[in-house]
């Protein structure tokens, strides 16, 4: 087929077929045949795979584009949304990986609703080590071109959609951080029409170019002659592929023809671990951790930290105050401090994407002095405006994953309380991990994971449960490390609360201390690359 030719099969087959040179395509996709336990999602991923003849809901593999070898990795909508779960999640980590080692250009074009609400927390820190792979992917100096199709939101958008070197939109696509469902769900009205478009974003400079699809091999063409001239001198041209090689997005395998050794299946979010006697349930903790008196960072550094000297700004001219950026020491030893305030929320409302060009500011200065970084976790999510979207929230989260997954300096993040969102998961990959008792880490708010998937709210408490967001379940999970106690609530003995939670950050940053920096962060990058495995 000639580069205008648009095959039979899911948009991301075609997409693909479009793209690459004919003849050129090879499939990376090992089979993904396990299913899920939970009977109502493995019925929604049977149906899914029968309707749209791939396996996932992401395709990789290789191909020439104007004879330029490069590796492609797309989303399938159609496929559950092109939401990301750990199946996903892996198989985009290992053609980011093998592009990585192969020294090839990277084009990836997302259209997802982001991370697979049915398979909860665990699902939504894939982001982290896609994030990461592509962090890596850049550091070996090799191009990443991002092209966001209709339509690209939550997670996908604020991990792997926003770190090209050079990003493309389809025309008229719906590209934003806050699906818009989700919003009317939680605040009684629409989102303002208009604010997430390709077209809206690129006059905001969010993304480089608004494309028809037709124009993208060309588009890619011209810009890897550029970006990957050095690369491309010494790189084989790629070999034609067998005769019997499938065309992307090849469907599992009936039944006969299962591996013996499938690639790992995503846990079933109707079985979290067990609780313990005297593990709160979620919804109790989510009630005690939206509690308006509940201590915060503020009155973490008054109580536990000596020698505090707040930081105001990103000293290139914005300020956030729902953000808190300071220096302190914790049992002595000097960090920098990057969180959340809550007590300033109730006051300018959630932070946005300023806040996190601030907790970059910090990162910065950790890297550059040699200082422990401490990321403190406690946010309702963050600002959901139309503000926020033109102002590149979602890109900001994205560049602090992959800053905090690559950040030399030891690292230490606190789930002090509320934990919902990208803006939560933006502090989180650390070293190590504490959490407070009644802390909890959800890809949504669990009122908004609720609407996804039953467009109500009403069965928060019960899709909070299944998610496995409390802070024993981050445990179990190797998400957190360590659990602070709450006896029974930290609003009501906050001082002794304190006291604990400050020598357990001290205890963290000690046992970081004198540990090989090299070592310290290959640990911290495999620790988000096996999570959600089996």
Not at 37 to 51: E, F, I, K, S
Not at 52 to 79: N, Q
Not at 137 to 148: D, N, R, T
Not at 449 to 455: D, E, G, N, T
Request: proline share 9%; aromatic share 4%.
């Amino acid at each position: 087929m000639d580069g205008s030719a648009r095959p039979a099969g899911a948009p991301s087959v075609r997409l693909i077929g479009s793209v690459v040179d004919p003849g050129t395509w090879r499939s990376w996709d090992e089979p993904v045949t396990a299913l899920p336990q939970d009977p109502a999602y493995r019925a929604d991923v049977l149906r899914a795979r029968a309707r749209t003849g791939l396996d996932e809901s992401v395709v990789t593999g290789e191909g020439a584009v104007h004879g330029h070898r490069v590796a492609l990795v797309a989303c399938e909508f159609g496929f559950l949304a092109g939401s990301i779960g750990v199946d996903a999640g892996e198989r985009l980590v290992r053609a980011v990986e093998r592009a990585t080692r192969e020294r090839l250009p990277l084009i990836a074009s997302p259209a997802s609703g982001g991370t697979r609400m049915q398979e909860g927390t665990v699902a939504f820190l894939q982001m982290v080590k896609v994030a990461a792979a592509v962090t890596d992917h850049k550091a070996a100096g090799l191009p990443y071109l991002v092209y966001l199709r209709h339509p690209t939101t939550g997670g996908v958008l604020a991990s792997w959609g926003s770190l090209g070197h050079l990003t493309a939109a389809e025309p008229g696509a719906l590209i934003g951080f806050l699906g818009p469902r989700v919003y009317e769900a939680l605040n009684g009205e629409p989102f303002p029409e208009g604010v997430q478009t390709a077209e809206n974003l690129l006059a905001h400079g969010l993304v480089d170019a608004v494309l028809e699809p037709g124009l993208l091999a060309g588009a890619a063409a011209r810009a890897l002659r550029v970006l990957d001239a050095g690369n491309a001198a010494a790189r084989p041209r790629p070999a034609a592929p067998p005769a019997a090689e499938p065309g992307p997005g090849t469907a599992a395998p009936p039944p006969a023809s299962v591996p013996s050794a499938p690639a790992p299946s995503a846990p079933a979010p109707s079985a979290p671990p067990a609780p313990s006697a005297s593990a709160p349930s979620a919804a109790e903790s989510i009630r005690r951790s939206r509690r308006p008196d509940r201590p915060g960072l503020r009155a973490l550094l008054a109580a536990a930290a000596e020698d505090v000297t707040p930081l105001s700004g990103t000293g290139a001219g914005e300020r956030d105050r729902g953000l808190l950026l300071a220096l302190a020491r914790f049992g002595g030893r000097p960090c920098v401090v990057v969180g959340h305030d809550r007590e300033a929320r109730t006051r300018s409302g959630p932070f946005g994407p300023a806040g996190l060009r601030e907790a970059r500011r910090g990162m910065r200065i950790a890297a550059e002095l040699g200082l422990p970084l401490v990321t403190v976790v406690d946010t309702p999510g963050a600002a959901l405006s139309p503000a926020a979207e033109q102002g590149g929230l979602a890109g900001e989260i994205a560049r602090c994953l992959a800053e905090l997954t690559a950040l030399p300096c030891p690292t230490v993040c606190l789930l002090l309380g509320e934990g919902a969102g990208g803006g939560a998961l933006a502090l989180l990959p650390a070293d190590r991990v504490v959490a407070a008792r009644h802390a909890w880490l959800s890809p949504l708010p669990p009122e908004g994971a609720s609407a996804i998937l039953y467009r109500t709210t009403a069965r928060a408490d019960e899709v909070a449960a299944r998610q496995g967001v409390r802070s024993h379940d981050l445990l179990a999970a190797g998400i957190a490390d360590r659990v602070v106690a709450e006896e029974p609530d930290a609003a009501d003995a906050p001082a002794a609360f304190l006291a604990r939670t400050g020598a357990a950050v001290a205890e963290e940053l000690a046992s970081l201390a004198d540990l090989d920096a090299a070592a310290r962060t290959a640990a911290r990058r495999d620790r988000y690359r096996r999570l959600g495995l089996r």
